[in-house]
C-alpha cells in the first residue's frame, strides 16, 4: 500500500521559534543577513577557486567543493524559516518535508566525507610533501568528490527509505522551524522504537566515530608539525586550527541532535539554527580571514573585475 493510501496527514505544522513579535523581528533580521552573507560568502569562495589559477590546487578544489555543499545546506531549511517567522501557521506539505529531510541529510552526508578528505589532503601536504602532487592528482580528487556524493545520497537515501512509507494519521505538528528525521519518526502511527535505533545508528554514532577519527588524525598532525622548522609550522598549523574549528562546529551540533540521549526544546532550536544558518556562514569566515592566498585571490577576482567594467 503506497503512503498516499496510508497516511491521512497532507501537510506538517511547525511550531516555530517564538511567538513573541519582537524575537520574530530579531529573528528575521539576524536569519537574513546571516542567510545573505553565508550565499554571498561561499559564493565569491567558489568563484574565487573557479576563475584564479593561482588557486587551482587539491586543497582549493575541495575547498570550493564545500562552499558548494554550503550554498545548498544552508538553502534547505533558512529561506522557509524566514518566510515562516511571521506567518500563522506556519506549514509545510507531506512531499516538502521529506524533501526537506533527504536534502538537509545528503548534503549533510557530502559535508562529512569532504571534511574527511580535506584531513586527508593535508595529512598528505604536511607527511609527503615530496610526493603530495603524485598522491593528490586530480584523478583523486575526482575520486574522493565522488565517493563524497554518492556516500550522501546512500546515507539520506536508505533512512528515507525505511520511514517515506511510514502511516501518518495525527498529530502533525512538529516543534521545530523545519523538518528532521527524529521528530518526524515520532508522529507516525505506529511502533518506530527499531527505526529510531537506526536513525541513532545511522547519523548519530557514523557523526560521533567520523568526529573522534578527524580529531585524532588533526591532533597527529599538530605533533608532527611541531618537527618542521617555526615558519612552516605556523602556517600549518594557522590552516589546521581553521579545519578544526570547521570539523568541531559542524560535528557538535549533529552529535548533539543524533547521540546525545537528553533533549531539551529550546537548546534543540537553537542548535539547530546554528546548524541551518549560521554554520554555512562560519566556514567562509574561517577560510577565508584565516587563508593569505585566499584573500590575495579574491583581491586579484576583484581588480579583474574592475579592468574589465573599465574597458567594456
Request: glycine fraction near 4%.
Amino acid at each position: 500500500m503506497d503512503a498516499g493510501n496510508r497516511s491521512m496527514v497532507a501537510e506538517f505544522v511547525f511550531l516555530g521559534l517564538s511567538d513573541s513579535r519582537e524575537i520574530q523581528l530579531l529573528l528575521f533580521l539576524f536569519s537574513s543577513l546571516v542567510y545573505v552573507a553565508s550565499i554571498l560568502g561561499n559564493l565569491l569562495i567558489l568563484l574565487t577557486v573557479i576563475f584564479d589559477h593561482h588557486l587551482h590546487s587539491p586543497m582549493y578544489f575541495l575547498l570550493a567543493n564545500l562552499s558548494f555543499i554550503d550554498l545548498g545546506f544552508c538553502s534547505v531549511a533558512a529561506p522557509k524559516m524566514i518566510c515562516d517567522l511571521f506567518r500563522n501557521p506556519k506549514v509545510i506539505s507531506f512531499g516538502g518535508c521529506v524533501a526537506q529531510i533527504f536534502f538537509s541529510h545528503a548534503f549533510g552526508g557530502v559535508e562529512m566525507v569532504l571534511l574527511i578528505a580535506m584531513s586527508f589532503d593535508r595529512y598528505v601536504a604536511i607527511c609527503k610533501p615530496l610526493h603530495y602532487l603524485t598522491i593528490m592528482n586530480p584523478r583523486m580528487c575526482i575520486l574522493l568528490l565522488i565517493l563524497a556524493w554518492i556516500t550522501g545520497v546512500t546515507h539520506s537515501g536508505v533512512q528515507l527509505a525505511f520511514v517515506v512509507d511510514l502511516p501518518f494519521c495525527g498529530p502533525n505538528v512538529l516543534d521545530s522551524f523545519f523538518c528532521d528525521l527524529p521528530q518526524f519518526i515520532k508522529l507516525a502511527c505506529t511502533d518506530t522504537y527499531n527505526l529510531q535505533l537506526m536513525v541513532t545508528a545511522n547519523s548519530g554514532f557514523i557523526s560521533l566515530a567520523c568526529f573522534c577519527v578527524l580529531i585524532i588524525s588533526y591532533i597527529f598532525l599538530l605533533v608532527t608539525v611541531q618537527k618542521h622548522s617555526s615558519g612552516v609550522s605556523f602556517k600549518a598549523f594557522s590552516t589546521l586550527a581553521a579545519h578544526i574549528t570547521v570539523v568541531v562546529l559542524f560535528f557538535g551540533p549533529l552529535i548533539f541532535f543524533y547521540a546525545w540521549p537528553f533533549h531539551i526544546s529550546n537548546l534543540d532550536k537553537f542548535l539547530a539554527i546554528f546548524d541551518a544558518v549560521i554554520i554555512p556562514f562560519l566556514n567562509p569566515v574561517i577560510y577565508t580571514f584565516r587563508n593569505n592566498e585566499m584573500k590575495m585571490g579574491m583581491k586579484r577576482m576583484c581588480r579583474q573585475l574592475a579592468s574589465f567594467r573599465k574597458f567594456s
